[in-house]
């Protein structure tokens, strides 16, 4: 199953929606999409997670590349996920230490 | 008294699906153990943590070059379910990586043992197998 994959410009923050399921088959896409928007000088990232219903460690490690790249040109990449699966997977590997995370867009991108 | 996941299952049943070692197949794996863990009457964390569980395991063989058909097998007990995840024609060894542009690795093994403390992986003859148990109540350690 593909994921849907849709972007816009918040408050000077590219938000990358993520609807579906991220595992083996599917994280090259959401890898794609992250790459497009920092090739794209957008290194101001939030990935909106709410519609994800799962998620692996190939997720995560696309993820954790993403928030490397964004860091590595003065950026940064943000989270926004509610309490279920995906929380579960992020904090179970400690990550959410690692990532900045919100509870929606508009607290991630200073809009709410 | 409150039911006990087998008692809506025949308790020793076992049930399987093979794979082809193929990152599309995955999908239908976790729906596969999603199904039967439902069926046993596993709560919803359990069951997402056993999706992950399934998904970690088929990953980490397809990852690691399997070349045959990964087996996964949910056996039904008193205490729970027995899964084994079982892949043919593994190729690599302990500890090799397996690099994919993009993507920082995370330790597949670690996160399968994180979400069930049992978990034990044997490995030889060109068959790797992760074994855990899912147990009828809430109690993995995340």
């Not at chain 1, 290194?43 to 590595?72: C, P, T």
């Not at chain 2, 794979?19 to 997402?48: K, M, Q, W």
Request: proline share 3%; aromatic share 4%.
């Amino acid at each position: 199953m593909d994921l849907v994959l849709g972007s816009r410009s918040e408050n000077g923050w590219a938000v990358l929606e993520v609807q579906g399921e991220v595992d083996l088959y599917t994280s090259s896409q959401l890898r794609d999409a992250i790459l497009r928007l920092t090739e794209e000088a957008e290194n101001r990232i939030v990935v909106d997670l709410n519609n994800v219903s799962f998620m692996d460690s190939s997720g995560l490690g696309v993820l954790v590349a993403g928030l490397k790249r964004a860091r590595e040109r003065g950026g940064e990449l943000a989270l926004v996920f509610g309490e279920g699966s995906v929380q579960k997977v992020i904090g179970i590997t400690g990550l959410d230490k690692i990532f900045p995370t919100h509870r929606s867009v508009g607290e991630a991108t200073g809009g709410a | 008294m409150a039911q006990r996941a087998t008692d809506r299952i025949d308790a020793g049943s076992t049930v399987s699906l093979a794979i082809p070692a193929d990152p599309a197949s995955v999908g239908t794996v976790r729906y596969f153990a999603a199904t039967i863990a439902r069926h046993a009457g596993l709560p919803e964390e359990l069951i997402n943590d056993l999706r992950l569980a399934v998904s970690e395991a088929c990953a980490e063989a397809i990852d690691a070059g399997v070349t045959g058909s990964i087996r996964v097998a949910l056996s039904l007990d008193p205490e729970g379910i027995d899964v084994e995840v079982t892949s043919d024609g593994f190729i690599r060894q302990e500890g090799e990586g397996h690099g994919r542009e993009g993507l920082v690795p995370i330790n597949r093994q670690q996160l399968i043992s994180a979400l069930f403390p049992d978990a034990e992986t044997d490995q030889g003859r060109g068959m790797r197998v992760v074994r855990f148990t899912v147990p009828h109540a809430s109690s993995s350690g995340a």
